[in-house]
């Protein structure tokens, strides 16, 4: 046990950093009172452990196999030697796949901001632990993991002194921002669940997941910064909060000068709040298995799910994952520009970097503000070394012109990835050709909120060639099995099936929030034995997997089973297509057929007629006339989600000319596109 000094100067570079960069619009200093004893935890025992993860992208198939074999060896070898106990564990694993049961590390407590935090600033404090990449263009804000640290622990004495307590949810409504992950982490501090819900979403969304989650504490901002568009909020939560009159604190950080209504005995001005706490606060201990956050998903497959995960499992799942499939080595500048708001956000920007004591990217802004070169500006002024994207970001970056990523210098960048729905060909050669000069490994991954981190991934020292548009590979402890309609597993190679998993992995996901029985309805009693996916996938003749969409997004063409995304992917490598996406509609005589929504690159003139019959083309001669859509429909845009999901169900219901059923679109990032797309339905089917 070892204390760790904090000198006086330090205590005002505190309040000088807080004023100047986290709270722009706090116009006076303030001296913090500080309690300098504070204590580092460590393992109780240390045991001397053969695994030796840098090897592990240089012998895949030997620890692979290993972690196959002998999971508790693996996995228990890793525990000890990458997360910092309070109390050693006594059980490696006790887990159950029949009954969708998953124990790691069983009788260990810890805490994860000690494993974020703590033990990084004891060796090295004014390493920096965030790169706040804000709206602004060209504008940036470093912060160490000391600063972070103090931030954190300001936080959770706040929430303390508002009677916030070991187990309680906290919801977090915030932009992107430091302080929106001291406040994750500052719940993990007390032993609070933080529920973070993407500052986006409407008033009713957050309402029902404030609800479903029984949080009595809000933490948000005034206003949002996105694309220069200033984003109301506190305004939001207040009209969220007149369904939920259960809630008896918010906070509310100041990110702009914008007034806003505050409620007086529940609303609580942040900045003023932290000005009276002190920057030393004990870490709560926790056991494994309890609950870290709850985190709902998009809605786009029906109603939000809370899901669960616990402290231990998953965070060494999300060290390791970033070490490996990234890459990742000490000095380098991890940008994972996906929302905290999300399951990529926690995972490849907060608690996976973090806990590696890595350098991670904050990103506040869009990819075309103020233009297309955004991103690339970004990594050039940052050095960025792996840059973590999503695929339908860089299809609409694509369509704009090389010449907006070859002016910058991304000479930094060592890894690409790509995340959230399967990479096509044409984006993932444009990605590692143009944006990666042809030398940048792509890293495609396959992965869910209830695994908490990747599944399938290259890993980019392998000596195997890279496949394009391809996850290819099981990381370690991963038994991706296929299955048929029956739930019969498929064997060998060049077999399509259902997507399950075999076994248990320590990230996966431990419950639905408040709902034991439907966590085991959807993922375990679909298939018993098997982790249900919801996906399908191919193995082609090398042995590698290729995720070929949802199964509810599978078409029965004449008693052939065809996977949209194949159909998308050929369509999208059409020169003149920025974005497709396909859906069955009823058949009298087929079952379903195939109907397209496709949208144009921009300053088009060509025939329309002749770009659908080109289309229909390039399907029959790569699938066979049984995958030729038989409908394809030009769009504006695509109905999407604020996390950029496709919201299939409502295409899905246009097509079956089901126009009065399409529903609530209030959480769709464009309501408006709807309008069009039904419109120009009623066009081509009239």
Request: proline share 5%; charged share 25%.
């Amino acid at each position: 046990m070892r204390s760790v000094p904090v000198s006086a100067k330090s205590k005002q570079k505190m309040n000088n950093f807080l004023r100047n960069n986290i709270f722009p619009c706090v116009k006076r200093s303030h001296v913090l009172k500080r309690n300098y004893n504070i204590r580092y935890l460590s393992c109780t025992t240390q045991r001397k452990s053969e695994i030796n993860e840098h090897t592990f992208p240089y012998e895949y198939k030997k620890w692979y196999e290993k972690s196959l074999q002998s999971p508790g060896d693996f996995w228990g070898a890793l525990g000890k030697k990458k997360i910092t106990w309070i109390e050693d564990f006594h059980t490696v694993t006790d887990s159950n796949i029949v009954e969708g049961k998953h124990q790691w590390f069983v009788g260990g407590k810890l805490n994860a901001s000690v494993n974020c935090l703590d033990r990084h600033v004891e060796s090295n404090g004014d390493c920096t632990a965030l790169i706040w990449e804000k709206d602004e263009p060209g504008t940036h804000v470093k912060v160490t993991y000391k600063e972070l640290l103090n931030m954190t622990c300001q936080v959770a004495n706040a929430l303390k002194r508002r009677g916030v307590k070991k187990g309680d949810a906290v919801c977090l409504y915030m932009p992107v921002s430091p302080l929106a992950v001291a406040s994750m982490l500052a719940c993990t501090r007390i032993g609070a669940v933080h529920s973070v819900v993407f500052a986006g979403f409407s008033s009713e969304a957050l309402a029902t997941r404030i609800k479903d989650a029984d949080v009595k504490t809000v933490i948000t901002a005034n206003e949002g910064l996105r694309g220069g568009k200033k984003i109301a909020l506190k305004n939001t939560v207040n009209k969220a909060l007149e369904q939920c009159p259960e809630v008896e604190n918010v906070f509310v950080y100041h990110r702009t000068d914008a007034d806003t209504q505050m409620k007086e005995g529940r609303d609580i001005n942040l900045e003023e709040a932290l000005k009276v706490e002190d920057t030393i606060c004990a870490p709560e201990p926790m056991c494994s298995e309890d609950p870290l956050f709850i985190l709902y998903t998009s809605g786009s497959t029906g109603t939000p799910k809370g899901v669960v995960h616990s402290h231990a499992g998953y965070l060494l799942y999300t060290m390791l994952t970033h070490q490996l499939v990234f890459d990742y080595q000490p000095g380098d500048i991890h940008a994972c520009v996906a929302d905290i708001g999300w399951i990529t956000g926690h995972s490849y920007v907060v608690y996976g970097p973090l806990a590696n004591g890595a350098t991670s990217v904050l990103f506040e802004s869009i990819p075309t503000y103020p233009d297309p070169g955004r991103y690339w500006e970004m990594v050039e002024r940052l050095k960025i070394t792996q840059f973590y994207g999503a695929p339908t970001a860089l299809r609409l970056l694509l369509k704009y012109g090389d010449e907006h990523v070859t002016k910058y210098d991304r000479s930094s960048l060592k890894v690409l990835g790509s995340v959230g729905e399967p990479i096509n060909e044409e984006a993932w050669h444009w990605y590692k050709d143009v944006v990666g000069d042809g030398r940048c490994p792509v890293v495609d991954t396959w992965w869910q909120t209830e695994t908490g981190g990747i599944m399938i991934s290259p890993q980019p020292k392998n000596p195997e060639a890279l496949k394009p548009a391809c996850p290819m590979r099981p990381f370690y402890g991963v038994e991706p099995i296929l299955l048929d309609d029956k739930g019969n597993e498929l064997h060998g190679n060049d077999v399509s099936g259902i997507l399950c998993l075999k076994g248990s992995m320590p990230g996966m996901t431990r419950t639905l929030h408040g709902n034991k029985e439907r966590y085991l309805d959807v993922y375990y009693r679909p298939y018993p034995g098997y982790y249900f996916t919801g996906d399908g996938a191919r193995r082609d003749a090398d042995g590698h997997l290729h995720i070929t969409g949802r199964v509810d997004d599978v078409i029965n063409v004449k008693g052939v089973r065809l996977g949209t995304a194949e159909v998308e992917d050929i369509m999208d490598n059409h020169p003149l297509v920025a974005e497709t996406a396909v859906v069955g509609f009823p058949h009298e005589i087929k079952g379903e057929g195939v109907y397209a929504y496709v949208t144009l690159k921009e300053t088009l003139d060509e025939d329309v007629d002749q770009i659908k019959d080109e289309l229909r083309a390039m399907v029959k001669q790569a699938i066979g006339s049984f995958a030729v859509p038989e409908l394809i429909q030009i769009s504006p845009a695509l109905p999407k989600t604020r996390s950029g999901k496709i919201m299939r169900r409502i295409l899905r219901t246009v097509a079956a000319n089901k126009i009065d059923e399409v529903g609530d679109v209030s959480t769709l990032a464009e309501p408006a596109v709807v309008e069009q797309i039904i419109a120009e339905h009623k066009k081509i089917t009239s």
